[in-house]
């Protein structure tokens, strides 16, 4: 109870440090997110709130819960208490779909896609159960090897390692590029990509301006690949 206090009282502290900085949003998100999309698009934001300092936390949403941040930006929701998956925000439409280096061995009969090595992800392995599911295919292997970040995957796959099941978004450039190929495209997640606020507060006027940039950034590139 002491420390629960305790930790109480610092996330309290830390916030009123932060505050005093200026107007900030700490968003907690995969590494490869803030990486691969996130971060290439936040000078859209800067350019509409110069004033507004973006946090970013790249680990597991269930640490970063207990660290303060406003949002944590997540599309498994499962693993999350029900009171947060109620609170989640949706932000926009996610799409997933095995990934591997042209060249590499895959086969495609009818609904079952074979490969000598799947890559799989440690932390959300339901992923390929999801695909399964939409796509209406079966994936087959004859090994699987894991990597705790999504990152590492994609790193697999295009060193030929395996096929890796990613999302679209991750991979556009190396897909554009010739790096990596889609055997049998992807399909959507009806879940999407969502936002789940902090519960000890409300959202502030820099978080509210961050979702609001947010979704007119994926809608404006969902218009562009029409």
Known sequence: MVAGSLDTLEQGWLRVLEEARGPSVHVACSATFAMRWLVPHLQGFYRRHPDIRVRLSMTSAQEIRHQGADLVLVWDRLSYPERDR???IRLTDIAFGPICAPGYAVTLDGDRLACSTRIAHEHISRAWETWQANSGLTATSEAEIRFPHTHLCIEAALSGLGLALVERRMVSEDLAAGRLVAPCGFVPFADGLAA???RDHGPSAATRAFLAWI??????????QR
């Open 215 to 224: 979704v007119d950034e994926f809608a404006v590139e969902a218009a562009g």
């Open 196 to 198: 789940i606020p902090a």
């Open 86 to 88: 109620e609170r989640a």
